[in-house]
């Protein structure tokens, strides 16, 4: 059954690094998403992605991060100057024309 | 106002129990209803899908929405151990279709 791959599934980083988080969606698949989740709080939207550009973003989805879909299979999500406060499980997502969205197991990244 | 409340438990109920976990929502137009469930270190699963009001049955599971209320619902009949994780509602919006969560029930059925 295919599924939704992301890497690595733990990063560890030093506040003001970057970080590249990596998914790979569903190969027919249109429609790609970020989605984070800080521990003990909700799973918040971060940007939504379609046809090589961004679709909405939310309010956190500032001038720090950025998305891209270099190779037609592999979705990225970029953190530059990381902050302690961007530790978090960052899911990738993704769907074809329907609603379901289908989940990665996420990565956990930690910023020391 | 928070827009999808959801109680995080935990909930522990004896094997074969029905369980019942709820959600509020604050936004009446709201209209697309998910259930997703998340076993550890594992992204959500989508369980259940219920468009506007009304209830939906998949097996042991059945999907609730109440719009005036502004309450949905998941039950679990019969509840396996196998059922034990986090459960999550979540409302689909917008044309993006991005999904506002609640905060996830944990739940835990115990042989």
């Known amino acids: 059954e295919p599924e939704v791959t992301q890497t690595p599934s733990h990063q560890v980083t030093q506040m003001g690094q970057e970080v590249i988080l990596r998914c790979v969606p569903i190969?027919?698949?249109?429609?790609f998403y970020w989605y984070r989740q800080i521990l003990g709080q909700k799973v918040e939207f971060l940007v939504s992605?379609?046809?090589?550009?961004?679709?909405?973003k939310s309010e956190i989805f500032d001038d720090q991060f950025s998305v891209e879909r270099p190779d037609g299979s592999n979705f990225t999500l970029k953190i530059r100057s990381t902050k302690l406060e961007d530790s978090a499980m960052y899911f990738c997502?993704?769907?074809?024309?329907?609603?379901?969205?289908?989940f990665g197991p996420g990565t956990r990244l930690t910023v020391t | 106002q928070k827009e999808v409340e959801q109680d995080p438990g935990p909930l522990s109920v004896p094997e074969g129990a029905i369980v019942s976990l709820n959600c509020t929502y604050s936004?009446?137009?709201?209209?697309?209803f998910m259930w997703y469930r998340q076993y550890s270190r594992k992204g959500p699963e989508l369980l259940m899908y219920?468009?506007s009001s009304g209830n939906k049955e998949d097996g042991r599971f059945t999907a609730q929405v109440d719009k005036s209320s502004k309450y949905i619902s998941l039950f679990i009949r019969d509840s396996q151990p196998s059922d034990s994780a986090t459960y999550l509602c979540?409302?689909?919006?917008?044309?993006?279709?991005?999904?506002?969560w609640g905060l996830g029930t944990s739940l835990a059925v115990n042989p």
């Open positions: 997502a993704s769907r074809q024309s329907s609603y379901e969205q289908y």
């Open positions: 219920t468009y």
């Open positions: 979540a409302i689909q919006t917008g044309n993006n279709r991005k999904l506002i």
């Open positions: 936004n009446s137009a709201f209209q697309y």
């Open positions: 190969s027919n698949h249109l429609y």
């Open positions: 992605f379609y046809n090589n550009e961004i679709s909405e």
